[in-house]
Every structure is written in structure tokens, then in C-alpha cells.
């Protein structure tokens, strides 16, 4: 098995190759899709048993086929069973240390945030909770992840092959966001737009 690089990453999000991407995506959205009806718990022992019940009959199809034609081919699973699985050490503290560099980071910015080091970017912090709020009451968390999964196997995509129309109409978009921040802005007294 080839290691998760940013590349094989890409390669199945757009599809390149497409039974691999198939399985990744259908497995996923399975998965989530059952933790919408079922609990963790049962779901993690479905699957379990699943697994099992497939690993069990091929084991034991193995042996009578061996049985039969009288070879001695051994354990079906037997280069599985050589492989270390040991997760290195090296790993571990690489990954560990950059999600403990991320966390600090988070942590000074929400310790930024809410004790309002900057007004407006406190607002907007708040504007952006209670749009949260709103799509809280709509969608549960399981949701946005069952919609975050179908967006990020399927815009990479679209966007490849529409990238002229989205890129124009995005900058339009854009143009007017900025222009509306900035009357409202203005129209704060005291406050000054940030230099970019």
C-alpha cells in the first residue's frame, strides 16, 4: 500500500483514478451515512462483524480448498500477518508536535477573538457564530459532514472543468462583498479600514 501523500490526496479527489475514488467515496459516505441511523457503537460492531464473517468464511474456504486438493499453501493471510502494523515513533512526534502547533495557534487567536484585541475582527467573529447558530438549527453536525464529503469528492471536479465561469463570477462576487464591508465600515464612526 502506497503512502498518503498531498498527491495521491488530489489524484482522488478529481478522480483520476476512478475505482479507487469509488470505493474511498462510497465506503466514506456508507460509513457516515450509517452513523446517521445508528450509534457509534453499532456501527464500529456491524463493521467489525462484517469484516470478520468475511475473513472467517475465506479462512475456512481456504482450508477446505487445501484440504481437498491436498497442497500445502498455509495461511491465506500469512503475508498480512508478517506485516509490522507498529505505528513509528518519528511519526507520532511529527504529527503530534504540528497539531500542538495548530492548537496553540487556535487557542491565542480564539484568546484574541474574544477578549477583543480588534474590534472589528471580534465582530466579525460574532457574526460568524450567529450565522452558525442558524445552520445548527437547520443541519446536525453528522449532516455537514455527509454534505462537506459529497462537496469535497465532487467541486474539485466541477471546478476543473467550469474554472472560466466560477473564477469570473467569484471575482464579481468578491468585488461586491468588498465594496458592501467597506460602506459598512465607513459607516461605523471610529473605525478604520485594516491596511492590506
Not at 461586491?176 to 473605525?191: E, F, N, R, S
Request: positive net charge; contains cysteine; proline residues 3%.
Amino acid at each position: 500500500m502506497s503512502a498518503l501523500t498531498p498527491f495521491a490526496v488530489a489524484d482522488l479527489l478529481y478522480w483520476r483514478d476512478i475505482q479507487r475514488t469509488g470505493v474511498v467515496f462510497g465506503a466514506s459516505l456508507f460509513l457516515l451515512l450509517s452513523l446517521s441511523v445508528c450509534s457509534i457503537i453499532s456501527v464500529c460492531s456491524y463493521v467489525a462483524l462484517a469484516l470478520l464473517s468475511v475473513t472467517i468464511s475465506f479462512r475456512i474456504y481456504k482450508g477446505i480448498l487445501q484440504a481437498v486438493q491436498k497442497s500445502e499453501d498455509g495461511h491465506p493471510f500469512k503475508m498480512y500477518l508478517d506485516r509490522d502494523v507498529a505505528i513509528p515513533a518519528e511519526l507520532v512526534h511529527k504529527y503530534g508536535d504540528g497539531a500542538l502547533v495548530r492548537l496553540n495557534a487556535g487557542l491565542k487567536e480564539l484568546r484574541r477573538l474574544f477578549l477583543v484585541e480588534d474590534l472589528v475582527d471580534s465582530l466579525k467573529f460574532a457574526v460568524l457564530m450567529w450565522i452558525l447558530t442558524y445552520i445548527g438549527a437547520l443541519f446536525n453536525g453528522l449532516t455537514l459532514l455527509i454534505l462537506g464529503l459529497i462537496g469535497v469528492f465532487s467541486w474539485p471536479v466541477i471546478y476543473e472543468k467550469h474554472q472560466a465561469q466560477i473564477d469570473h463570477y467569484y471575482g464579481l462576487v468578491s468585488k461586491q462583498v468588498k465594496d458592501v464591508l467597506g460602506k459598512i465600515v465607513a459607516t461605523i464612526p471610529g473605525m478604520k479600514p485594516k491596511a492590506e
